[in-house]
Antibody
């Protein structure tokens, strides 16, 4: 069974940093692209970042470029999102999501990031 | 950027009804479109990909159609478990979601 478990969400002040982790199980992480998708309270999902299966192709949405960094560690079966210079508008539930040929097919249950003073 | 616009925003229906949700892309995306179902406090669940392909395990009452800029999701014989919010998403140019359509009980 495919499982994705996020951790690392917290309350942080504007300008602060957080590192989200996603532990994958039930499939071979090497074979899939991975994404972070966020959802602000009462809003629709918003794609944040993608890393290809081999880690070569990395993409970010414009609003997080230069602040967020996605990475993956196949030995740990994990994907990470380093978030720096956090803003109030980054407040959301952050989901780790797998994609096969760009189709996002499985999501974790999410971790809440709240940016507030 | 590709913008995705869904209509209606809310749809009221009864068990057994057939409902249709429309999604429009701001530019052509071929058939690189997916539909998701989301229930409160849960992650989205993939229903349809490549505009009309049913994800494994999804009931056949869900049907997707369309190409280029116009897409629809049709749910036939609505079941109690189908009351939820539905999102379209393009994956032709990065990934963009629609704003959602909530299907609630009339």
């Amino acid at each position: 069974e495919v499982q994705l478990e996020e951790s690392g969400g917290a309350l942080v002040q504007p300008g602060g940093s957080l590192r989200l982790s996603c532990a994958a199980s039930g499939f071979t992480l090497n074979n899939y692209g991975m994404n972070w998708v966020r959802q602000a309270p009462g809003k629709g999902p918003e794609w944040v970042s993608h890393i290809s299966s081999e880690g070569i192709r990395i993409y970010y949405r414009d609003s997080v470029k230069g602040r967020f960094t996605i990475s993956r560690d196949h030995a740990e079966n994990s994907v990470f999102l380093q978030m720096n210079s956090l803003r109030v508008e980054d407040t959301a539930v952050y989901y780790c999501a797998r994609d096969r040929s760009e189709v996002i097919d499985y999501w974790g249950q999410g971790t809440l990031v709240t940016v507030s003073s | 950027d590709v913008q995705m616009t869904q209509s209606p925003s809310t749809l009221s229906a009864s068990v057994g009804d057939t409902v249709t949700i429309t999604c429009r892309a701001s530019r052509g995306i071929s058939y690189w479109l997916a539909w998701y179902q989301q229930k409160p406090g849960k992650a989205p669940k993939l229903l349809i990909y490549e505009a009309s392909r049913l994800q494994s395990g999804v009931p056949s009452r869900f049907r997707g159609s369309g190409a280029a800029t116009e897409f629809t999701l049709t749910i036939s014989s609505l079941q109690p478990d189908d009351f939820a919010t539905y999102y379209c998403q393009q994956y032709n140019f990065y990934w963009t979601f629609g704003q959602g359509t909530r299907v609630d009980l009339k």
